[in-house]
T-cell receptor, first 113, second 116 residues
């Protein structure tokens, strides 16, 4: 069955360091992959989208890579700040069917001052 | 505020009662989605609409669940004969599908349902 795994439930790093979150998937061929941020008690907020034919995408301090051979995406936050503390979700999207949107369980990131 | 709104934000109900949630998407968005999220998990797809047509339903959506989007604008999600296992956050999202497949989704704040 289709499965998404995000590397760990929680990640704690020092302010100013680069946070790296991992999303691995099996039994799926996504058209593209998305990353969302979710704060407690709120809905997810879209951050970045990367297509299957793209290797890397950047947006300000965020960088996403997508390796369809390894079936893995890495999400980096450089120069991390306490305000970056949140849960980060990856989501896989198929070519044509909305039901093929599959979210990972998320990684809770904490940035300590 | 032109984002996705959901009402109510919180609902406490007794087992066996019916509940209805409302979602108002971003006005120009033609797709509307419902998800369910439990603690420590990512959102699980329930159903989606393209305009007023309900195009897909998850197997998670039992016969007690029904969703409508009567005029292609707001949507309602009804749960009949609620069970304690229905306790979760119910999220609505909308997107503009323009022939390139599903792009980013804009989520509402969610309705937190507690069934006692």
């Amino acid at each position: 069955s289709q499965k998404i795994e995000q590397n760990s439930e929680a990640l704690n790093i020092q302010e100013g360091k680069t946070a790296t979150l991992t999303c691995n998937y099996t039994n799926y061929s996504p058209a593209y992959l998305q990353w969302y941020r979710q704060d407690p008690g709120r809905g997810p907020v879209f951050l970045l989208l990367i297509r299957e034919n793209e290797k890397e995408k950047r947006k300000e301090r965020l960088k996403v890579t997508f390796d369809t051979t390894l079936k893995q995406s890495l999400f980096h936050i450089t120069a991390s700040q306490p305000a970056d503390s949140a849960t980060y979700l990856c989501a896989l999207v198929g070519y044509s069917s909305a039901s093929k949107i599959i979210f990972g369980s998320g990684t809770r990131l904490s940035i300590r001052p | 505020d032109t984002g996705v709104s959901q009402d109510p934000r919180h609902k406490i109900t007794k087992r066996g009662q019916n509940v209805t949630f409302r979602c108002d998407p971003i006005s120009e968005h033609n797709r509307l989605y419902w998800y369910r999220q439990t603690l420590g998990q990512g959102p699980e797809f329930l159903t989606y609409f393209q305009n007023e047509a309900q195009l897909e339903k998850s197997r998670l959506l039992s016969d007690r669940f029904s969703a409508e989007r009567p005029k292609g604008s707001f949507s309602t999600l009804e749960i009949q004969r609620t069970e304690q296992g229905d306790s979760a956050m119910y999220l609505c999202a909308s997107s503009l599908e323009g022939g390139q497949g599903v792009l980013e989704q804009y989520f509402g704040p969610g309705t937190r349902l507690t069934v006692t």
